[in-house]
């Protein structure tokens, strides 16, 4: 279970987020909308302590930690329980498939290197990579480094796997994998936050979606709820302007 309580975070005068309460269930897939600026990464980065929030507390089953308070042991241990996918990969260029899996299991879970290759084999597998592990990321589809990039995530084991629009840097021919692949990862029972504006998938996969405006939670239900009913003016305004998903199986 995810705790966050009273999380604010400024850039100068900027606001960014505003005092934000939420709760998160073991299990829970939960997509987070909300217009560009919003503060939706940033509130992805200050969960795992990328970017160092002002006031708040995050909780993540036993492990509370207060953001004004914390140790260095708090941001190990909470950049344990997380593990975050970018929209640009962020894979390291000089290593394959199976070496940019590895290397978080061994340099920060110092799991010795022939179990380390097994887990992230059995996790390359997973996203349909078997064939490419010794690849590097130059070798390889926008899709499958994204892929590669869920595998790395998955390895370790978080308690909560945080996306940040992992699909908006692919060409529109490589969104329906990467989609798949996240959908199998929820099937499985991973707790997620996604950050995405594919409309369609947010609909089929979350089980909750939150609108973020201004800083602020605005709506929170399930992905009927605030599709269908939304009850803020904002979220109605931003529903129907959105472009739907462009991956065809998405499609409804
Ligand atoms: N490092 C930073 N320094 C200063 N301002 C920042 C920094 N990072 C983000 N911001 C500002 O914080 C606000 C929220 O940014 P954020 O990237 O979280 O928005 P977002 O909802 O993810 O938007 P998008 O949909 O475009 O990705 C923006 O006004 C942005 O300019
Ligand atoms: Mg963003």
């Known amino acids: 279970m995810i705790e966050i309580n009273g999380l604010s975070k400024k850039f100068k005068k900027n606001v960014v987020l505003d005092n934000i309460d939420l709760k998160i269930e073991k299990g829970d897939v939960v997509a987070i909308i909300g217009p560009s600026g919003a503060g939706k990464s940033t509130f992805l980065r200050c969960i795992n302590l990328l970017e160092e929030a002002d006031t708040g507390t995050i909780k993540i089953d036993d492990l509370q930690v207060d953001v004004n308070k914390k140790t260095k042991k708090d941001l190990i241990n909470l950049r344990q329980s997380t593990a975050m996918v970018f929209q640009q990969f962020n894979l390291f260029r000089r290593k394959t498939a199976l070496e940019n899996v590895m290397e978080g299991l061994v340099v920060v879970k110092n799991i010795p290197k022939n179990k380390a290759e097994e887990i992230a084999l059995v996790q390359l597998q997973k996203v349909g990579l078997a064939e490419r592990v010794h690849y590097y990321p130059k070798q390889l589809s926008g899709g499958q480094q994204q892929r590669v990039a869920i595998a790395r995530a998955l390895a370790m084991s978080p308690k909560i796997l945080l996306f940040d629009e992992p699909t908006s840097a692919l060409d529109p021919e490589l969104v329906g994998e990467v989609l798949d692949t996240i959908k199998a990862t929820a099937l499985e029972g991973n707790t997620m936050i996604i950050v995405s504006h594919e409309m369609n998938f947010v609909k089929k996969v979350a089980n ?42 998405y499609q409804i």
């Open 208 to 249: 909750r979606v939150l609108f973020l405006y201004n800083g602020k939670i605005i709506e929170d239900g399930t992905p009927q709820e605030v599709f269908g009913n939304p009850k803020n003016e904002r979220t109605k305004e931003f529903i129907s302007k959105l472009a739907y998903s462009i991956a065809p199986e």
